[in-house]
């Protein structure tokens, strides 16, 4: 009987190469608590305006997509329901040329202005990438004052896609010249509610 | 080449090296304001690096419990001892889809791996997605920066390129104008991609989810057009919980261009309906540096690029110097254990001034290894000149005698030797420096006069 | 109390070479600030262009003639930020030696930081009336930790301007980049040579800019560098080390 050779998968020998170096064993450290108190409202909205989003309320939204008369605009904010003119579709790629969408955030970090967003915010996982212009409707109580916080409040949540958008799609990669608008939406309104 | 001659080939244009150290110095400046604003920031600083410390520490353990628990949630994990064992996977799963054109968010492992010259090869066409990353691959260049890849090139050779690509105005090199055409071009790319490429900058070991960010974009209209995402993830790139990403994203983007945070945090958990998510882990070398305890610690790099920014080394000699997919000090002590042949002169780039250390959000202890790195290479290269010079001189200087008469020689010399001989090619110190006048006499026979 | 009868002055061998006037400002200031100290007559090179040219393994023998030759002083003071830290961090171990190596790497001290941490002067009186830049040098800066680093998010502070600032007429000049390193790096000056040329001048560039007249530090090898390039470009700077300024300040 011929004997076979067993030969290790590439798996086996990466871990097995990692096992047989010997090394220490430093525990994880505590992550000690570092929220800030006071105005997150504040810092929430300096951190978007450095992040080149704006703040808008329920009135500027309007004169915004009404001045520019958006042929495609989709909320998924029940709040802005009525600027609404089409449904979510079936395939990502039918929305290549959508104007407006309008979705509501989970909540927001005071550091950054990053806004947490889930799949089931978004109707399909391309939409607040693909659209020209992204509008998204945050309760004024709901924000974090940092990350470790934002963790913290996300905690098990177990989303398929989870995304933290802190502002337009932006470049600086031709001679660090800031560029708003790269690939993803150009512009980024938030509307406090 | 090694690093001195391409350093002063890039020096030569005195023009664009001045613009070159400005532009990443005042990047470095943002990281520096930026990181100010945060009172905790060297603590964070501290507990990531001890995060890293960690996860080195169990590597093996928190692999496994990313793999089972991303297969957990409907990913395919796949392992690649080397570059070639990972780009032979991606293909296979281009070829299982049919797929004849990628679209690829900026992935350094990728570039490590050669990955985009081994697909065209086989007939796939590859579209860098990135800004940067598009306008040096119209260009035939590798990255020159892991963060900024055409930090390199002023906007007039962007807008000629892309007159000549993408039939832009000639002459136009308004960045808004360039940037607006590039996105009209990759659209149509992104909207035709069947697979999407990117990279991974965290991959949570807790959740089985990987964390993805870009401030374009491009990395979310890759993937969530395409119907496959296959993730390239460096082995080292693992960390344990969820809630260590909220100390890492402090960190990265205002280590790496100064903003509080990149404007697209994509985590990635489970594929959507109908659609399919891989992830390729990625050790080619990384277990041997993890073996190599001096230089272990280079695998906490969390790529933020920080460290180029702030060296005066890398701005004033670009990231082509270096001939490492990584430049700049992290490349250094890097780029040694993948060929130490080839990057010998790497670890002697560097005054050892320690800055790439003080900026590092993950504190290695760079240039302490850059250091470690010079005494490995003189080990290796034990038969060259230097060496024997160097014992001489250490033979000299542990004798005080020898040290005497060897010095009042150099005096001699320096006395008597005409301008022309010290000045010249053989003098590399006196080309553009004077040296110093010598004195009538030295310290210590001031000393025996005036005081013993 | 400190004991300031027994310290032992530690000259860097090129500044026992070209600079003995560095090593006599150091010596008469330590005299004129109460201390006795001495000079010990077989000292050599700590090792430290070999060690960063990456041949630490071949200078056992220097550092252990030079831990020989300090073993018996309280204290070792020298006017050299870089070959402190080298001392300090990167002589290698001496076989049979270890407890004297441990006790020399603690007791050594780098001339600015002896007079504010150990001697804890904190008058010096005295009058320089000159717009000086400092040149921090990387060693000093951020290997001692001799100035606080724009790098890090900490408290400023700066041993040498402590010193200097508290003499009449002295004008510390702000920089642009106040902690960029020099581009001196031992062999780095000759094996990248445009480098380190380019770096330097630079540096000078910062110094002339907001109108320095005097460019001091505490590292001889990074002023030697700049100075080197200032003079064969004809540049009309000055040049000297901290030692020579507060001696010459407080006499």
């Not at chain 3, 062999?187 to 990248?192: G, Y």
């Not at chain 3, 700049?226 to 300040?249: C, S, W, Y």
Request: hydrophobic fraction near 35%.
């Amino acid at each position: 009987m011929v004997q076979k050779k067993q030969i290790m998968s590439s798996r086996d020998y990466i871990l097995s190469k990692i096992r047989n170096t010997p090394r220490d064993k430093r525990p994880l450290p505590e992550i000690p608590d570092f929220k800030v108190d006071g105005e997150l409202m504040d810092r929430f909205k300096r951190s978007l305006l450095m992040n080149k989003g704006e703040i808008v309320d329920a009135k500027q939204l309007e004169e915004f997509i009404d001045s520019h008369q958006f042929k495609k605009v989709l909320s998924l904010s029940e709040e802005f329901r009525s600027f609404s003119n089409l449904d979510i579709p079936d395939d990502a790629h039918q929305l290549a040329d959508m104007d407006v969408a309008i979705i509501s955030g989970q909540f927001g970090v005071a550091e950054n202005a990053a806004i947490w967003l889930e799949e089931r915010d978004m109707g399909l996982r391309a939409l607040p990438f693909i659209t020209e212009h992204l509008v998204i409707v945050l309760e004024k109580d709901q924000l974090v004052s940092n990350m470790h916080e934002a963790y913290e409040r996300i905690g098990k949540g177990a989303s398929g896609f989870g995304l933290f958008i802190a502002g337009p799609s932006k470049t600086a990669d031709i001679e660090q010249s800031l560029v708003i608008g790269a690939h993803g939406a150009k512009s980024l309104r938030v509307v406090l509610v | 080449m090694n690093h001195p001659t391409k350093a002063e080939e890039f020096l030569s244009d005195g023009a664009n090296a001045k613009w070159h150290d400005e532009t990443l110095w005042f990047v470095r400046d943002k990281r520096d304001s930026s990181s100010k604003t945060v009172p905790e920031w060297e603590e964070l600083r501290d507990l990531a690096s001890r995060i890293k410390d960690n996860v080195l520490d169990y590597l093996e353990t928190y692999l496994l419990e990313f793999e089972k628990n991303a297969k957990a949630n409907n990913i395919r994990v796949h392992w690649a001892k080397n570059a070639e064992e990972h780009n032979q996977i991606v293909l296979g799963i281009l070829n299982k889809h049919q797929c004849k054109a990628i679209v690829k968010s900026k992935s350094i492992l990728t570039e490590e791996c050669h990955l985009n010259p081994f697909l065209e090869k086989h007939g796939i066409e590859v579209v860098d997605t990135d800004l940067g990353e598009r306008i040096v691959q119209f260009l035939n260049q590798p990255p020159s920066h892991i963060v900024m890849p055409a930090i390199h090139l002023k906007k007039m050779a962007i807008s000629d390129i892309f007159h000549e690509k993408l039939q832009t105005e000639k002459g136009n090199d308004d960045p808004y104008y360039l940037t607006q055409a590039a996105r009209n071009h990759l659209r149509e790319k992104f909207l035709a991609a069947k697979v999407a490429i990117t990279g991974v900058n965290f991959g949570v070991a807790e959740t089985g989810e990987f964390v993805v960010c870009t401030n374009e974009g491009n990395a979310d209209m890759g993937v969530h057009l395409a119907d496959v995402h296959i993730a390239s993830m460096g082995i080292e790139k693992i960390i344990p919980k969820r809630e260590h990403l909220g100390v890492f994203l402090r960190l990265l983007a205002r280590s790496a261009t100064g903003q509080s945070i990149t404007n697209y945090n994509s985590h990635f958990r489970s594929p959507d309906t109908g659609k399919e998510i891989h992830i390729v882990l990625v050790d080619n070398g990384r277990t041997e540096q993890l073996a190599r305890e001096k230089f272990r610690n280079s695998l906490k790099c969390i790529r933020c690029g920080a460290c180029m920014n702030t060296c005066p080394i890398y701005r004033r000699s670009g990231g082509f110097s270096y001939g490492s997919t990584v430049p700049g000090p992290i490349g250094s002590i890097l780029s040694p254990g993948l060929d130490l042949q080839k990057h010998s002169s790497l670890p002697f780039a560097s005054t050892l001034c320690g800055s790439c250390s003080d900026v590092c959000p993950v504190k290695i202890n760079i240039h302490e290894q850059l250091y470690e790195w010079r005494q490995e290479i003189t080990k290796a290269q034990a038969a060259n000149a230097k060496s024997i010079s160097m014992k001489i001189a250490n033979g000299i200087f542990a004798v005080p005698f020898a040290y005497k008469i060897s010095a009042g020689m150099m005096r001699g010399a320096l006395k008597f030797l005409p301008d022309s001989i010290t000045y010249s090619g053989l003098n590399t110190w006196g080309k553009q420096r004077d040296l110093p006048e010598l004195p009538k006499e030295t310290f210590k026979q001031w000393y025996k006069k005036n005081r013993s | 109390m400190i004991n300031k009868k027994n310290i032992g002055l530690f000259i860097p061998c090129y500044v026992d070479q070209f600079y003995p006037n560095v090593g006599i400002a150091t010596l008469e200031l330590l005299e004129k600030l109460g201390c006795q100290v001495s000079y010990p007559l077989g000292q050599t090179c700590c090792g430290q262009p070999m060690a960063n040219a990456g041949y630490e393994r071949d200078t056992i023998g220097t550092t252990k003639h030079f831990l020989n030759t300090f073993k018996d002083f309280d204290y070792i003071v020298a006017p050299s930020g870089s070959c402190v830290l080298h001392v300090k961090e990167h002589s290698p171990t001496v076989p049979g030696l270890e407890s004297e190596q441990y006790a020399t790497q603690h007791k050594i001290y780098e001339l600015t930081e002896f007079i504010t941490d150990i001697l804890e002067i904190d008058s010096i009186q005295g009058s320089y009336p000159h717009k000086v830049g400092y040149h921090a040098s990387c060693h000093g800066q951020r290997g001692l930790r001799l100035a606080s680093a724009s790098e890090l998010h900490e408290t400023p502070f700066n041993k040498a301007r402590q010193l200097l600032q508290q003499l009449d007429g002295l004008e510390w000049i702000e920089l642009a980049r106040k902690d960029e390193c020099c581009g001196f790096g031992g062999t780095f000056a000759v094996t990248e040579e445009a480098l380190s040329v380019q770096m330097g001048k630079d540096r000078l560039e910062d110094h002339l800019s907001h109108d320095v007249e005097i460019i001091t530090g505490g590292d001889m090898s990074c002023i030697m560098h700049l100075e080197g390039i200032a003079r064969r470009n004809k540049t009309p700077l000055q040049f000297k080390h901290i030692a020579e300024i507060l001696n010459e300040a407080i006499s």
